[in-house]
């Protein structure tokens, strides 16, 4: 397959991660997580995230959503989430079918919820015919590719524990957004208030799995029965916490991240003076979303995947990852340049 821009979920795994788990596969180790591995890793969970941490190792990120969502609500709860979310557009109604709760889904201008957004959807508490509030789940980055400041982040959180709620963060790219804004992932989850939170790796050179991390103790209840439930349970799940432990201790996760950043700055760069480009959102971490042409983005695709992400709108989605290059760049935008 020629590399594209269809999904950093494209690239490989990064060989610091592979070398990792070749470390791993020696002798025998006890399965289901209680290796010293898993423990290694756990202790490490901490030191990054705070002493109160604990993390459940997952397949993907639906798991990890699906089971932090499960620490939260009950069937008859209900999670406040922007439109365009992950949990709502890309995950096949799992949170509704195996939480069984309700998403109140929040139209957004840019992928981010505000105080004031997630307000229209606070009400109906204590009255049995409504769906009651009990979450709020964003990503971070967003699915737009845009970014919630540190203040934001503590808004959202402030608000949500008002009304007794939690808050929980969707991390697929949360290296790509601890970059971007110059923090460290406590920075922008502990610090900020954030209760739960899906802290993945596979976009950003991990080869398989991800992480439901519990940042709040209330919510750690029973989840290791649940994820069971949930076929989410890894027999050797040594081989998970090994890409976690190289991902996070290397400074693995920063460089990968800062250079898919940098792409699409490059990419966006190369892109102001192409005509018929419109760029919607603001670049802030690895994706770039351009409303061009259809003529163009169809006969384009031939040549090259990705995504049509709002097809009334004639807008897509290009992403870069930790192994595009800027020879990668040139040659797509040359590509387009010689269809407009």
Same mark, same amino acid.
């Given at each position: ?11 490989? @795994? ?21 290796? %010293? ?9 901490? %030191? ?11 397949? #993907? /990120? ?20 922007? %439109? ?28 981010? $919820? ?11 508490? =204590? ?7 009990? @979450? ?8 737009? &590719? ?6 934001? !982040?503590?808004? +959202? ?7 007794? *709620?939690?808050?929980?963060?969707? &991390?697929?790219? $949360?290296? #790509?957004?601890?970059?971007?804004? =110059?923090?460290?992932?406590?920075? *922008?989850?502990?610090?900020? /208030? ?5 802290? /993945? &790796?596979?976009?950003?050179?991990? +080869? ?14 029973? +989840? ?8 989410? !349970? ?13 991902? !996070?201790?290397? =400074? !693995? ?10 792409? @699409? ?76």
């Amino acid at each position: 397959m020629k590399r594209g821009f269809g999904s950093d979920n494209h690239s490989g @795994a990064s060989p610091e991660v592979l070398k990792a788990i070749a470390e791993a596969n020696v002798e025998h180790a006890l399965a289901y997580g209680d290796d %010293e591995y898993c423990a290694r890793v756990g202790r490490l969970f901490k %030191e990054t995230f705070g002493e109160q941490t604990s993390v459940y190792f997952v397949f #993907n /990120g639906t798991g990890a959503n699906v089971l932090n969502i499960d620490a939260m609500c009950r069937s008859h709860n209900a999670v406040v989430c922007a %439109e365009t979310a992950h949990i709502n557009v890309d995950e096949c109604g799992a949170p509704q079918r195996i939480v069984g709760c309700r998403l109140l889904t929040v139209p957004t201008p840019d992928g981010k $919820l505000t105080p004031d957004l997630v307000k229209t959807q606070l009400h109906g508490f =204590g009255f049995e015919h409504h769906s009651q509030p009990r @979450a709020i789940s964003i990503s971070q980055p967003t699915e737009l &590719g845009t970014l919630y400041t540190i203040n934001e !982040l503590k808004a +959202l959180a402030d608000l949500a524990h008002s009304y007794d *709620m939690y808050l929980h963060v969707d &991390g697929a790219r $949360l290296a #790509n957004a601890a970059v971007a804004l =110059g923090c460290t992932f406590r920075q *922008m989850t502990t610090d900020c /208030g954030v209760d739960c939170l899906s802290f /993945g &790796g596979t976009k950003n050179g991990l +080869l398989m799995g991800e992480s439901a991390v519990i940042l709040n103790p209330k919510l750690d209840v029973e +989840l290791k029965y649940r994820r069971k439930q949930m076929a989410q !349970l890894c027999s050797k799940m040594r081989f998970m916490a090994v890409q976690f432990e190289a991902y !996070l201790t290397t =400074g !693995l996760w920063r460089r990968n991240a800062e250079h898919s950043n940098r792409m @699409a700055q490059l990419l966006y760069a190369e892109l102001q003076n192409v005509p018929q480009v419109k760029v919607m959102y603001p670049v802030q971490v690895n994706s770039v979303f351009a409303q061009l042409p259809r003529e163009v983005w169809t006969t384009l695709q031939q040549e090259y995947f990705f995504y049509d992400w709002d097809e009334a709108e004639n807008v897509v989605r290009w992403m870069c990852s930790f192994d595009t290059t800027e020879e990668d760049i040139h040659n797509f935008v040359a590509a387009l340049r010689k269809l407009v």
